[in-house]
């Protein structure tokens, strides 16, 4: 029995599936355990069974009558979809609007919406994570279809490229953490979109960042199949998309790139999807915005998607 077990994926799945059982009873997935998973690379089947289980037993903070009823919201991309403006004071937790956690765990909606706080999934940990546009965007959404109450996936992470994005099913990858991660959040309702804002890192010199694997020339051609494969993976081809289109160019020097990707967003033809601009609105660095503008990008992705549903 155990060359059958250690000789096949059949075997690997079932321990996996056994060890995710215990996994939900004794351990914490962030923690010793998935640590020790991963190392014998039996992590995707455990936590594939467990994640499922937690989402449907540690949700005490959405009452029933929202259960099964959500709009749900993929959040994918690098830091402008994370956030990076300053937290407010305070936050607020926003009416029927809710987030699937990093922790695997769902949470009433407040900044940051990407928080770090018990990351399972270490591929697309943010330690940075700050003000975003996507509790603007739920909430311009609920003003908008006040029907069903609003979920947030969160899966961006800062500096990704579109290199990073392409489709690798390891929970391991961006690619394959935001699949699992949606799918053990599709209990609470429907996948009703996507938001994507991404691309400041493509326009970067290849040559100065090899590591990062910008690719500005073939951005428009990467997310049509990122959104194609997305799609297909959930067995929804005509899911919403809005992405964002970069800012206006600040730094040329950093960003020798950034009008060859503004240029290839706009060369995007994928249907079912919209673009918003970005270039009217206040940056304070190089990349990122203001607290102000993230709400303005928020809503511009809520009246863009509204004309999708």
Known sequence: MKWW???????AALLGTAVGILLQKYGDASGWIGSRLRDLGLYHYAYSTVAPIQTATQSAVVPPEAMGQMRLFILAGQSNMSGRAELPESSASADQIYMFGNDYRWHLAQEPVDSPAGQVDVVS??????????????????????????????????????ADWQRNLSDQSLYGACLKRVRAAAAMGE???????????DALDPKAFPSMRPAAETWATNFEQLVTDLRQDLAQPDLPVVYAQIGALQNAEKFPYWEVVRTQQEQVQLPHSRMITTSDLAMPDSAHFTQASYRTIGERFAEQLNQLL
């Open 5 to 11: 077990l250690s000789g096949t994926v059949l075997g």
């Open 125 to 162: 940990l943010d330690d940075s994570a700050g003000y975003g546009p996507s509790l603007a965007f739920a909430e311009r959404l609920r003003s908008l279809r006040s029907d069903r109450p609003v979920g947030l996936i969160p899966c961006a992470k800062g500096g990704s490229s579109i």
């Open 191 to 201: 996948i009703s979109g996507v938001l994507f804002f991404q691309g400041e890192a």
